[in-house]
Structure formats: C-alpha cells, structure tokens
C-alpha cells in the first residue's frame, strides 16, 4: 500500500490537522479491477464504444451489496472519487482538528454509469442514457456531473426547461464541488437558457460561470452570441410595429406560456393597479421597445422571482390589454387591412356579451 505525505498541501488548514493519503492500487503493481477501468476509459477516449460497453457492464456487474460512495468511522474516511480533483476537493472541505486518515480505495460505481450513459449517447441512445444517469444518481445523488449528464440529455431531447432544472441542481447540490466544475453546470444552465429564448438570463449565468472558469472558450463564444442576438432582436423591434413584433416572437418563457391561456377571457386590470405607476411604466415601455424579452426581464427587474408571490403578480399583469394576444392580432388585422375599426369594435362587444342593467 503506497502512502503519500501531502504536508506541503495544508492550503491554510487549522494546526494540528494531520492529512495521510492512502490509495489503494499501487503503481508498480496494479490490481485486475485498476486494469479494467484503465482499458475502460482507453476505450472511451478512442472512440471503441462497443469495446467500453462491454467493459463498463462487465464492471457494474461486480458492484458489491449497498455500495455507497463515502463511508466513515471515528478514526477513517473511505471514499470512491472519481478523480484527484474531486479527491482533493473533497480534503480541502473537511478541515478538522481531529486525526482522521482519508481512503480514495475503490473504483465509483456511480462514474461507471455516467460513462454507460456517455456510450448511450454517441449512439443517441437518449432514452437508454437517461435511464443510466438516473442510476447513478440512486448511488451518489450529489453529484454535479451526473447532474450536469442529465441537463445534458433533456436539453438533446428538447427538454429544455428541466434541462435548466437539472443544470441549477448541479450548481448547488454538493458544497466542495470544484469550482471549474460548477462552472460547467452555469454553462449548462446558459445553453438551455438560451434554447428557452431567456438570452438576458442566459447572459448572467455565463458571467458567473466566468469567475469560476475565466478561460472558458465556449462561455466566451456563447456571450458574443447573445449579444448579437439580443442585438438582433431590437433592430427586428424597430422595424415592427410592437402588436406585430408580439405575434411574431411570441414569449418564451415557460411561467409565462403557463399564464397566459388561463388569463384569456378574464376581466382586464389595468397594470398600474397591478404592480403601481412607475413599474407598469418600466416595464410596458420595455415591452413596446424590446417585445416579450423586454417585458421578461424589466417584469424581473421589478418583481424578482424568488418572491412567493412573483407568479401572481405577473398573471395580475398579463390581464392588462396591452399584453393580451387577441388584442395584438386586432391591432394587426387592421393595420393589413384584414378588418375595419368598424368590426373590430363589434367584435369587441360580441366578446364583452350584452351589457347588464344595474
């Protein structure tokens, strides 16, 4: 058994806190199970998916009874990493004045079925890679990357909202996650972002990631894009009038999409009443300029979403006429000349019904 004295690694831990590292395979003299998953991952880096199939299988098939990726007593930790920099990761969060041994001392079942799901998917296999990420999870359900690994397939499969649900678990499910691989879960949550149309979220979370992760190539080519695409939809809204820019680039926003057939034939609100002069005047100006992305993120910029009342209040708003859809495609008729002032305004009686006499 080979020990490694990592002193010089203390990284500011409190006196006293003595690290012993044991690992288990040696070098010189490597165990049958090392030598499967050395061939394991050679495979997988070689494009072999058959060959790695097989091998990954043939491992998970040796999983002992209640396999679990930690385990600790009074004196010692054992964990399954699935690799050094979550090794160590794991060391630098758990700073103690107490003694204790730490053991990386076997291979991770859990990693074994990500990379299952990874053979799935080069075979677009989506449903099958699903359903190996799901048993990972059962096995370590903190860790980011099996996280990241299922935003990853909603997001293939256009699924792109629980892709973002996914990715936002991953951010946040494990305390001592590396921050490079946080990183990865914000650009995941930017690229489903992205796919829901949501470009000024999708912006913020590719900046956060970039603290974690400044030379991200693929953060900084994704922002470029947003900016040009964002770039691209106000020009679009300069030269449309807005009732018209509302029908052509419809909402995107999932919460919003939810709301808006369940406010369809309800009495109106006028939106000051709703969230007050000033705000209905930010965000019905963003509304008008920018279509249903401004509205989104000056509705934000108002009301934020961690609030427990965030999606009454934009149902409230959504009654105001100046969002409603069929007032949109009036507006359009009659600017084509589809209908008259005339007919759109007995249309508008027909729909209010025959008045009541108080």
């Not at 990874?118 to 677009?124: F, K, M």
């Not at 910029?301 to 961690?306: F, L, M, S, W």
Request: proline share 5%.
């Amino acid at each position: 058994m080979e020990r490694i004295d990592i002193e010089s690694l203390r990284m500011g831990w409190k006196p006293g806190f003595v690290l012993i590292i044991y690992i288990s395979r040696q070098r010189t003299k490597m165990s049958a199970s090392d030598r499967v998953h050395e061939s394991i991952a050679a495979a997988l880096s070689q494009n072999r998916m058959k060959d790695a199939r097989e091998l990954i299988e043939q491992a998970l098939s040796s999983m002992p009874p209640h396999w679990k990726p930690l385990e600790e007593d009074d004196k010692e930790i054992r964990g399954a990493f699935w690799d050094q920099s979550e090794f160590f990761a794991y060391v630098g969060s758990h700073r103690s004045d107490n003694e204790k041994s730490i053991f990386w001392t076997t291979v991770s079942f859990s990693k074994l079925w990500w990379q299952l799901a990874d053979v799935n998917i080069s075979e677009d296999r989506f449903d099958n890679a699903a359903v190996c990420i799901e048993k990972g999870l059962e096995l370590e359900p903190d860790h980011p990357v099996l996280w990241i690994e299922r935003g990853y397939i909603f997001n293939r499969i256009g699924r792109h909202q629980e892709a973002l649900e996914a990715y936002r678990t991953a951010a946040t499910v494990r305390q001592w996650a590396q921050p490079a691989v946080t990183a990865r879960a914000l650009r995941g949550q930017g690229s489903a972002l992205i796919d829901l149309g949501q470009f000024s979220e999708a912006r913020n979370v590719y900046n956060a990631s970039l603290e974690l992760d400044p030379e991200s190539e693929s953060a900084h080519r994704e922002l470029e894009y947003i900016d040009q695409a964002l770039t691209d939809k106000k020009k679009q809204a300069a030269t449309l009038p807005w009732f018209l820019h509302a029908i052509k680039f419809p909402p995107t926003d999932p919460l919003t999409l939810q709301l808006m057939p369940l406010v369809q034939g309800m009495e109106s609100i006028p939106g000051p009443k709703t969230v007050g002069v000033e705000n209905y005047s930010a965000i019905s100006k963003a509304f008008l300029a920018s279509g249903w992305a401004g509205f989104e993120e000056a509705f934000d910029a108002v009301i934020p979403r961690n609030r427990a009342d965030y999606a009454d209040i934009k149902r409230d708003l959504l009654r105001e006429p100046i969002f409603n859809p069929k007032v949109h495609e009036r507006m359009s008729k009659m600017l084509l000349g589809q209908t008259t002032v005339e007919e759109t305004m007995e249309e508008i009686k027909r729909d209010r019904g025959p008045a009541t006499v108080q």
